[in-house]
């Protein structure tokens, strides 16, 4: 019983199979609202660390804001979310599979594994899986909170580099839903499954139950590079798919995916600056050596 009334609701409840991805009747749905929201959360962010930097310069020592629980409760309701996007996303692929498996026989040269990394072209933006896509994309807001609490606890080096990957992870998922990109499900899945795990351990360092916060930060770096190991895959299987011909004629939201490819780099980068010299930046501000 409990199996069957987490499937309905993650997968089969009519506001799940009917979602639309609409500029109308839904939150934060249009570009006007994604590129103010991108431009005053950078400007923000960059005016707060040259604030609290001009004033470390007077005071010729550190200053750390004192965020007390903050950023625990911020990783115990990122661990939630994520893992309530990763079950509802794993029960909708799964239930979208089972009910057009039909449409696979015969002259279809699809298969649930391509349709998992390359959507038909002309995919539109509706059903379950895009109801989670859209769910992930909401948590890029709250997950983008991270890069203020690494500005505001001023112990870390990177925190601008990482302002500007929280704000291009907005913007990906955006995309995703306006352009029907392929490969979102896998990618959303892999992202929703480290979240869970990474910030779980960092609540659990935060709140102090007893875990060592370098244990958590190892977890966190362990996360972060299975996710781009997972992403690179994916790019790869996506290209061998839409220009190699085994899709059919094409994936669905190629442009799209070329400027995620981009901006995926961009992150690459944010994280090789963040862990050189086996260094380790923390979003909630933290910066030490693993040993």
Wanted: glycine residues 8%; charged residues 10%.
């Amino acid at each position: 019983m409990a199996a069957a009334t987490a499937a309905y609701w993650l997968a089969e409840h009519p506001s799940i199979v009917s979602f639309r991805w609409s500029p109308t009747g839904l939150w934060f749905s249009t570009w006007a609202f994604l590129l103010t929201f991108l431009a005053s959360y950078v400007t923000l962010c960059l005016t707060l660390d040259a604030i609290l930097a001009a004033v470390h310069r007077r005071r010729h020592r550190p200053l750390p804001l004192p965020l007390g629980p903050i950023p625990a409760a911020h990783a115990f309701l990122m661990a939630a979310v994520s893992a309530v996007i990763f079950a509802g996303m794993l029960l909708s692929a799964l239930a979208e599979i089972r009910d057009t498996r039909w449409s696979w026989r015969g002259r279809s040269r699809t298969t649930p594994f391509r349709w998992l990394l390359c959507f038909p072209p002309g995919t539109r933006s509706s059903g379950r899986v895009f109801f989670w896509s859209y769910a992930y994309y909401l948590s890029r807001y709250l997950h983008a909170a991270r890069g203020l609490l690494a500005v505001l606890a001023r112990r870390r080096r990177g925190a601008t580099a990482r302002v500007f990957a929280h704000a291009a992870s907005v913007a990906m998922a955006f995309l995703w839903l306006e352009f029907s990109q392929s490969f979102q499900v896998l990618a959303i899945l892999a992202s929703t499954l480290a979240h869970a795990v990474a910030f779980g351990f960092r609540f659990l360092a935060g709140a102090g139950a007893g875990l060592p916060a370098a244990g958590a930060r190892g977890v966190a770096l362990a996360c972060q590079c299975a996710l781009l190991g997972c992403n690179l895959l994916c790019h790869v299987g996506v290209v061998w798919m839409h220009f190699g011909g085994v899709a059919g004629g094409g994936c669905s939201g190629i442009g799209a995916w070329v400027f995620n490819s981009l901006l995926n780099a961009a992150l690459l980068w944010v994280f090789l600056h963040c862990y050189a010299k086996r260094g380790v930046c923390d979003d909630d501000g933290s910066n030490k050596k693993l040993m």
